[in-house]
């Protein structure tokens, strides 16, 4: 559930990271044809980079393409076949169209064609280029090339770099920082709905930990990693501002997050402004595991 605050954003879609070449699964070009391939790119935060995993009978998912609508489906002459490539088709309900969803690790998520539940989701030849397509292979001891990450980055309007857990820390207090973006799991959250006008930020990186607005040594309000209580300094208002940007309000002292300094390090409490620092690009996601 969203509430119509965010219906500037797109409620329910997600981003896929690979888990070795931290590239984003996307629709090559933002393709509104039939049987456009599916390849790994750079996130720029682009529509044919948002998908929604729709839930289907038998725990199954379609999983849509956020620009065109269409389903990733197995393509080629032969859906059977291994290195088939994964494309994008109008949504018929085929089998081909249907995948399982599940996570070997608690962290990264394998994606399994119905027709081959031997098969997942891979990025060719554990290729790490921009462009490289994403096809169907046996599904190994896990290689990193056939796992992937969900969810969403946040990038901050002033500095153009991310919020990120310093260090990849999965330690209760973890601060959260600032950091140039490189797609890993402490780089990625989720946006969830809590109540009324308020939401929670949880990581991704297995912890499920939650952004807490709390004092510190370096700030008197900070943002850290803490088991989620539902305590007024863990929900926060995303605030629509101009060009698809938010800024992230604290429900306990109504201060939003940013840098402590175009050139800080640390995610700090501040007067809510105008200030570029203090506005963020993300989208929102519906969790499909974990």
Request: proline share 7%.
């Amino acid at each position: 559930m969203y509430t119509s605050e965010f219906a500037f954003l797109i409620p329910g879609y997600t981003t896929l990271l690979s888990s070795d070449s931290r590239l984003a699964l996307t629709v090559r070009r933002g393709s509104l044809d039939e049987n456009a391939p599916l390849i790994q790119d750079e996130f720029a935060d682009l529509l044919q980079q948002w998908f929604r995993c729709d839930p289907l009978p038998g725990g199954y998912y379609r999983i849509m393409a956020a620009h065109s609508g269409m389903a990733l489906t197995v393509g080629g002459d032969d859906p059977f076949r291994r290195s088939a490539p994964i494309v994008q088709r109008s949504w018929t309900g085929a089998v081909e169209q249907q995948f399982g969803i599940g996570s070997p690790d608690g962290v990264r998520l394998k994606v399994v064609p119905r027709l081959r539940n031997d098969f997942s989701l891979d990025v060719q030849g554990g290729s790490h280029r921009p462009g490289a397509e994403v096809i169907q292979y046996p599904f190994g001891t896990g290689q990193p090339n056939q796992l992937w990450y969900e969810g969403t980055p946040l990038f901050n309007q002033g500095t153009g770099r991310v919020a990120d857990i310093k260090g990849g820390s999965t330690r209760d207090g973890a601060e959260v920082i600032q950091y140039r973006f490189q797609g890993g799991s402490n780089q990625v959250f989720y946006v969830e709905w809590v109540r009324e006008r308020f939401y929670r930020v949880v990581a991704r990186n297995g912890t499920f930990l939650a952004w807490t607005m709390e004092p510190t040594g370096y700030a008197a309000s900070a943002v850290l990693m803490r088991p989620y209580t539902g305590a007024g300094n863990q929900l926060f208002t995303f605030e629509r501002m101009s060009a698809g940007r938010t800024r992230i309000v604290c429900l306990r002292n109504g201060l939003a997050v940013q840098p402590e300094s175009s050139t800080g390090q640390f995610l700090v409490g501040r007067s809510p402004g105008p200030e570029p620092l203090q506005n963020w690009r993300l989208q929102v996601s519906t969790p499909v595991f974990g």
